[in-house]
């Protein structure tokens, strides 16, 4: 049981003083009666701060119901601020625990007296700092309505498993790594977040009163939190005491950009010359094969942050080591080096940066391969074709070929006839396709039962091949011969997608104008 605290001094009597007015917020909505043991709906955990913050509002706030008869000195108005900051301490003390009946009655009265000492001040200072909202660049937010983890005033508040309230977004990312309760390092029984919507009710009504401006909802990533050892692991690999240790640290920087986003946000954004840092030893000649995969796979995780990929792709070492790691490394290593260059040809200011002949050359080289490495190789040449001047550099480096000859093969059909769709726009590679003799391949594909989307990407080529072609009779007679046959395009005409259709629809108008073949069937 605390003590009463000690009533404010006067210049004669105590005034008289009225039972305070139970505010709406304490009192249960079935009751009606101030609550003495809160719950939240759903999760029956205890609201622990809710209410000190009310306090603090309604202390702000309150209105002059009472009287003082007394006339006090300046001297005694000093006197009464320091009681009232005083007794202020005093009823914040009590947030957070659950109390007993007593403890509450002691609590009542130390609002009844700070109230008391209010209306004193009213009478002596009418335009007390104490009473009045505070002007916008002074207000300070009081600390009940901050997040621990953020330090700044909550935009949405939420109670965990212990009834503490934290702001949202920090707690998420807290609950990533840990499973205790940031304040008491109580372990939790589950970990689910339950809006707290008073709390954030009384942080809207703080703010109108003292006219501060809440931030908004934001889905930034959190990069405070658990970053305390990032700079370090990075000079661990940068300037090494020992092999070891460096093999050790890249190890640790890779599981820790893996599994933290805010890790990954903090550590390029944060950190000075933290691309150049973990770079660094892969430009070393005796390059230790484990170190190299740890260190592109770190890179690859943190390329996955949006914001990341424009400050990595235009740092001078990173597209020469990428291009470097996909011709030499373990397995792992050349397939993340092709999962980070998909990964940055995400941007469109990213593909003109990446689009050289070297790093295309050593692309095209994954693609040959084949295995683990083509989806990611053929997914980035894709990005980086999407803009029409790398296109001529992909030909020239000797993709039709390879896509042509894995097509062939059975591989990844679907990824890789989506490239060879895309470079059919370009002159020089519907020769390379026609001088292959692809023609009869792509016909091959569309008289099998496959996806829509393959269906569509080879008849788009076939029109292409056709459309670019100088000698059209000439295709057109092969087309004629499979239409006759087969009837594949008016199959395609009636069953395929929305753009196989229409590709279709014209091979079949180009038959029947040139006398080739016959009338699309209808019905």
């Not at 939190?225 to 990075?234: A, K």
């Not at 070492?317 to 080096?337: D, H």
Request: with cysteine; glycine share 4%.
């Amino acid at each position: 049981m605390r003590e009463k605290p000690e009533s404010a001094p006067t210049t004669s009597s105590s005034p008289a003083s009225s039972a305070p007015k139970v505010p709406k917020e304490f009192k249960c909505t079935l009751s009606y009666a101030i609550m003495s043991e809160p719950v939240v709906i759903g999760s029956l955990f205890l609201i622990k701060t809710v209410e000190v913050v009310e306090f603090w509002r309604i202390l702000l706030n309150s209105p002059a119901d009472m009287t003082d008869s007394t006339t006090t000195t300046a001297a005694d108005a000093v006197t009464l601020k320091r009681e009232f900051k005083k007794i202020l301490t005093e009823i914040l003390s009590y947030g957070g625990e659950s109390k007993d009946h007593g403890e509450t009655g002691v609590l009542m009265k130390a609002i009844d007296e700070a109230n008391r000492i209010i209306n004193c001040l009213r009478e002596v200072e009418p335009g007390t700092d104490i009473l009045s909202p505070p002007s916008p660049e002074k207000v300070d937010v009081p600390r009940e309505f901050k997040c621990t983890l953020s330090k700044k005033i909550m935009i949405e508040p939420v109670i965990i498993a212990s009834g503490r309230t934290y702001e949202k977004r920090y707690i998420k990312e807290w609950l990533k790594r840990e499973r205790t309760c940031p304040i008491s390092n109580q372990v939790l029984s589950h970990v689910s977040l339950t809006p707290n919507l008073l709390v954030d009710e009384l942080i809207t009504q703080w703010c109108l009163v003292n006219k501060f401006e809440r931030p908004k909802s934001s889905e930034e990533i959190v990069t405070e939190l658990f970053t305390d050892g990032i700079d370090s692991l990075l000079q661990r690999i940068s300037s090494p005491s020992s092999v070891a240790d460096q093999a050790q640290a890249a190890e640790e920087l890779r599981r820790q950009t893996k599994r933290f986003a805010n890790v990954r946000a903090f550590l390029v954004s944060e950190l000075p010359d933290s691309i150049k840092r973990l770079l660094t030893p892969l430009s070393a000649v005796d390059l230790n094969l484990e170190l190299q995969e740890n260190l592109i796979t770190t890179l690859f995780n943190l390329s996955i942050v949006e914001k990341n990929k424009r400050i990595i792709a235009e740092n001078p070492l990173v597209i020469p080591l990428l291009t470097k790691s996909l011709k030499q490394g373990t397995s792992e290593t050349r397939r993340n080096s092709a999962a980070t260059l998909l990964s940055l040809s995400a941007i469109e200011s990213n593909r003109l940066i990446i689009g050289n002949s070297e790093t295309l050359k050593a692309l095209i080289g994954l693609i040959g391969e084949g295995g683990l490495f083509t989806t990611e190789a053929a997914s980035a040449v894709f990005n980086i074709c999407s803009v029409s001047e790398n296109r001529e550099k992909a030909v020239s480096s000797g993709l039709i070929p390879v896509l042509t000859n894995k097509i062939k093969e059975g591989s990844n059909v679907a990824e890789l006839l989506a490239l060879l769709a895309l470079l059919s726009t370009h002159n020089r590679g519907v020769k390379e396709m026609n001088d292959l003799g692809f023609i009869s391949d792509l016909l091959s594909i569309l008289r099998k039962p496959s996806c829509p989307v393959t269906h569509e990407n080879a008849v788009v080529i076939v029109f292409n091949m056709c459309d670019r072609n100088r000698d059209r009779s000439g295709r057109l007679k092969v087309l004629s011969e499979e239409e006759n046959q087969y009837g594949t395009f008016t199959k395609l005409a009636k069953q395929g997608s929305d753009r196989a259709v229409r590709k279709a629809e014209a091979i079949l108008k180009w038959l029947k104008r040139h006398g080739t073949g016959k009338a699309p069937q209808r019905g």
